[in-house]
């Protein structure tokens, strides 16, 4: 404020800030009293505290961190029995994650992960586990693009000069399979196939034969080309 400085006004607020605080040291005693009240019939206050941090808590939150606790105690053997969880149920964990994820998938528009508040709306899970699934989503359709561009590009090496045959070149936009070997690549990574085509004019079949004949003619041309 680099204007007249109004007494009355600053006063004003001083005032009731000194008067919340007043409240808020009155309020810190009242809480005090009540505890030590209920130390004085045999509760512990600790606990008491966690207890009171556990209530203000979000279920789905709460639920999440109970989870980790246990797994995190199994792993250092710090639980009952100090034995780690079965193998039945890490497969159970396991695929409940998996489920979320394929949950969350469907949710995937134009190659972009979901927001993390649609992810929560699905799911119904805390906001930490929302961005987590959002990250196991991320490493999902990055994988699957990794599987496309690498694909794709050995495609692109079968040349018509290489293989002798014009209708074998790999060019878009009339590539062998196109569109449709991004198709075939996503169904094999992915058990339900999101994307939607229109008719091919070859069959699947047709396809992917005509690409493995591609591929064993050109490794029979660079054979020939490395024993000359």
Request: glycine content about 6%; hydrophobic content about 40%; charged content about 35%.
């Amino acid at each position: 404020m680099t204007g007249p400085v109004s007494a009355d006004r600053l006063k004003s607020f001083l005032e009731r800030i000194e008067k919340l605080l007043e409240e808020r040291a009155a309020i810190g005693a009242d809480i005090k009293d009540v505890f030590s009240e209920a130390k004085g019939v045999g509760y512990d206050v600790r606990t008491m505290r966690r207890l009171i941090q556990i209530r203000a808590q979000d279920s789905a939150d709460r639920a999440e961190q109970e989870a980790l606790l246990d797994t995190y105690m199994h792993a250092l053997g710090m639980a009952p029995g100090g034995h780690g969880p079965t193998e039945e149920e890490l497969e159970e964990r396991a695929s409940r994650v998996v489920a979320e994820v394929d949950r969350c998938m469907d949710l995937v528009v134009d190659g972009q992960p979901p927001k993390i508040a649609a992810i929560q709306a699905a799911i119904g899970c805390s906001l930490g586990k929302a961005s987590k699934l959002r990250g196991l989503v991320e490493d999902r359709i990055s994988r699957w693009n990794n599987v496309k561009r690498e694909n794709e590009s050995a495609l692109r090496e079968m040349t018509a000069d290489d293989l002798g045959d014009p209708e074998l070149l790999v060019k878009k936009p009339k590539p062998v399979a196109g569109d449709r070997f991004a198709a075939l690549v996503e169904a094999a990574v992915n058990p339900e196939p999101r994307v939607t085509l229109d008719t091919p004019t070859i069959s699947d079949a047709d396809a992917m034969e005509r690409m493995e004949e591609a591929r064993r003619r050109l490794d029979a041309l660079r054979a020939a080309r490395s024993a000359a």
